[in-house]
């Protein structure tokens, strides 16, 4: 090594640098990994054949699949009790950190009340949020059997596997979405702090399945304009303070089956584009405007 | 005789041993190839790497690790049609990963220059104003000074510890011309940070101990 190659060396040395690899990120990174090396290219085809997106589709309003119900519903007014060890402020900090999220779980409707019962049907949703966390920019969801929608902010399938056909539209979906995820606490917040919130009960436990230490809330509010009568059971992971399962009830007192039930919510740094794009099955009729 | 015989032999077991590691090296690609699972063991092994040469690179956490996601995104992406051992893989990795760091480097700087500015120095401010920033900012705009494939061939030799060989691979060039480029980045920041290069190596060889930053 000669002399400038040592003395730059000895220059570095001592510098602290913010490199240190989290733990945290490093864990997030292999899930989403695991999603593109076992789905879009192993699956294609398979898994999302089943996608759909909210709002629009016949099937819309279908307990809007848990991103968009929630914004919706979460305009509202709520509550009470805080516990000292946790506060919503913390899951809201813990949630400002991402823009790419995914639900899993079971949702329904009234309308899909056959033989007079009603039925819940599995979902997946993926959403990206735009740059500044304000709106839904990418967005895919799919309800087994009904419907795949996605959106990569441009361009909007639309997929009915029933019917084999897609319908294409040159817009974002989703464009007038906006992303729930602080903001939907943070409106929980309000909610409770003006009293619009009717209950807002804080309890500790753990997860069985894991043993990991959960925080459960319970709200409900009554106000129409926010679609009330609902309520709400929302779990968070103590150590990440991320909001990590969801229930919702078509009444205020959390009774009977729940219309719209995430029972897992996973946090992404980014979900790969090809995820928002749609392949159009084979023998498919597309439908453009 | 008998001595030549036994290094013949040595020499033989050694090649077969190297052979047999490259053989593994191959095979340990292919399973992770077509098993997600393997791919997570190549993954884990090779994170903190990616990382904290993104990090060297972009002097910004949040930013290393969003380049780190992209960068094993695309490898997911182009996994398949790579050929190679776990050597060549690594090169590959640091290849993507250097590309991925020119990239937003061009794309901020045209983009955002004025504001990213404003915001680093800021930042700059509230790091902890003592002289361990003030060093850590002279390394950061000194090697911003620098054009990318020199800013890539420090990194690489400072932070990484490659030798030129290695650096060579990565860059697909020759040993001979990452040393002189490397000479060259070194006169150039040997210049941008002035006295201060030189003070470091000045203060150890008078045993003097130097502030950590």
Redesign the interface.
Known sequence: MDKVEKQFEDFIDNIKLDDIPSAEHRDELEQDLLIVLTKPSRQKGQSLKIWRLLMKTKIAKLATAAVIILAVTLIIPFGKTISPAWAIEQSIQALDRFKAVSFEGWESERTWIENGSLELRPYKSWAVANEDQTKVEKYRTEVEGYLILTTNGQKTWRYDPKRNTVRIEDRPYTAGEYWCGSRFLQQLKEGRDNGLLTRWEVTYGKDPAKGRERIFLKTAWLDERYNGPRSLRLEFDMESKLPVRLRQWENADWEGPATVIVEKITYHTILPYELFEFEIPEGATVIEP | MVMNVGRQKLRSVARVDDEKKIDDDVRIVVRSQCD?AA??RL??EY??AV??YC??RL?E?TT???I???V??KV??NFESFRGNEQQFRNWLFRIATNAVNQHLRKTARRSGMLKIVREQANDRTTDGEA?SE??IL?RDAMRALRPRYQTI?TLR??ENMKLTEIAEVLDSSPGTVRSQ??RA??R??KI?GP???D??ED?KNGQS????
């Not at chain 2, 130097?210 to 930053?213: L, M, P």
């Open positions: 997600p791919f997570v993954y884990r994170y903190d990382f904290r990090a060297h002097f956490r290393a690790e969003d780190t996601s992209e094993f995104l997911v992406k361990s060093k850590w390394l420090i400072f932070f490397l000479a070194l006169v920041l040997q940070l201060r290069f030189a470091e190596s150890i130097r502030k950590t930053i």
